[in-house]
């Protein structure tokens, strides 16, 4: 007889995987290039600080307020789907129990397993299988914009922090060199830590991340470069 055994799967992650990604990633990558692009006009290193701050305060509410405004629109709508069809299960029970039975049917199953199916999960939990089987809604994946907009806020402002702890420990005249490096070095980081909790190829998740990381540092550094103004 076989043991039993746990599963493990990644797709209860996703919900606030991928704020925090996105979030994350969007911190260390506008705030370093957002340093890069001040410091190489030849501004102070107290500017390039306090432009790094103002811009992890907006970037951080403007992440947060995005991200919960997207995912509430979601929300809305799986709430709009659910009512309708509470109000379908109670006016026609007889055409919901046809539908979830083409739906199965749909899926390979018999029609006459279809049917014993349909009538068992309607018996058990009729919502539950409609807005599982029908609308695709799972506790899982359902929307929650609270949690996005919080870890989408906190990843934000730690992945912003790096580049500004970069500038910190920069020696004079090296903000944009050592800035450049630590934002590269933490961004290859945050794509093998991303695709680690995504089970996804770690090289290729840190190439992609820091390959946009570095062309962003760079257009920044370059339109600084062409201003070229002492602050």
Same mark, same amino acid.
């Given at each position: 007889m076989r043991r039993w055994h746990l599963e493990t799967?990644?797709?209860d992650r996703v919900g606030w995987l991928r704020a925090a990604v996105l979030g994350a990633n969007d911190g260390i990558i506008s705030i370093a290039g957002l340093l890069v692009g001040v410091?190489?006009? =030849?501004?102070?290193? $107290?500017?390039v600080l306090g432009s790094g701050v103002a811009g992890i305060v907006a970037g951080a509410m403007s992440m947060a307020a995005g991200e919960y405004v997207s995912v509430q629109s979601q929300a809305d709508t799986e709430r709009a789907d659910i009512a309708k069809e509470?109000?379908?299960?109670a006016e026609e029970p007889e055409h919901e129990l046809q539908e979830l039975t083409h739906i199965?049917?749909?899926? =390979? #199953?018999?029609?006459e397993l279809a049917l014993q199916v349909a009538i068992q999960l309607t018996a058990h939990d009729a919502l539950g299988a409609h807005k599982r089987d029908e609308l695709g809604i799972t506790d899982t994946l359902s929307a929650r914009p609270l949690q996005a907009a919080l870890a989408s806020a906190a990843a934000f402002t730690a992945g912003a922090l790096l580049p500004i702890v970069a500038v910190l420990l920069a020696p004079a005249g090296r903000i944009e060199a050592v800035t450049f490096a630590v934002t590269l070095a933490a961004l290859l980081g945050s794509g093998v #830590?991303? $695709?680690? $909790?995504g089970g996804a190829p770690k090289l290729r998740g840190a190439l992609r991340v820091g390959f946009w990381g570095a062309m962003a540092m760079g257009a920044a550094a370059l339109i600084g470069r062409l201003f070229d103004v002492q602050v």
């Open positions: 799967h990644r797709t410091a190489a006009t =030849g501004a102070s290193t $107290a500017t509470t109000r379908e299960l199965y049917i749909k899926r =390979g #199953l018999m029609p #830590l991303a $695709a680690w $909790a």
